[in-house]
């Protein structure tokens, strides 16, 4: 049963990120978690007001951002295993309980995934699941998420980016979202 777990980088901002990796060690695998870009992110938001350069230089800056924070993460959490392609993580599974997902810019371009700030890493973490067949996509925000409320609504809201519900929309997997407290706490 795998899980695809995509940990906002909002977390890291909260402090929140170390215990939620230490919940994902705990969990029974396989596991993949989808970074954020924190705020490696925000900075290409910044670069972009302030040069405004195209939305297609600022997405594969923003995808490198997420590597970054796959980075950070598996440096806090050297046990996990970062894995760039997305065709690999099933095998890498067999190995390794937790992955981390460095996403590769030509492997989004050949999925017909568009550039764009509609597409965050909420939006990617809900086309992955769909890739490797995941049984649950866990959504772990630093904001505060009401717990019946639909995915429609949380979009609405910007708690989901813009494009969520399309990559959602075919999902034959569990889709949650929840506030780290409530997510920590079910680890505990």
Request: net charge negative.
């Amino acid at each position: 049963m795998t899980c695809v777990i995509k940990l906002g980088g909002s977390l890291l901002e909260t402090a929140a990120l170390p215990a939620c990796l230490a919940a994902i060690a705990n969990c029974a695998g396989p596991v993949v978690i989808v970074p954020g870009g924190g705020p490696f992110a925000e900075q290409v938001r910044i670069a972009q007001n302030q040069w405004h350069f195209d939305d297609v230089a600022a997405h594969r800056m923003a995808i490198l951002a997420m590597q970054q924070m796959a980075l950070l993460m598996h440096g806090m959490m050297p046990e996990f295993a970062i894995v760039a392609d997305a065709a690999s993580l099933g095998a890498a599974s067999q190995v390794k309980p937790v992955l981390i997902w460095s996403p590769q810019v030509e492997q989004l371009d050949e999925a017909n995934i568009a550039a764009g700030w509609d597409i965050t890493s909420d939006s990617l973490a809900a086309w992955l699941a769909g890739f490797v067949a995941a049984d649950e996509l866990i959504i772990v925000k630093s904001a505060h998420v009401p717990e019946q409320v639909s995915l429609q609504d949380l979009q609405r809201q910007g708690v989901l980016d813009a494009a969520f519900q399309r990559f959602a929309a075919q999902a034959h997997y569990k889709i949650t979202v929840i506030n780290k407290d409530r997510f920590l706490s079910r680890h505990d």
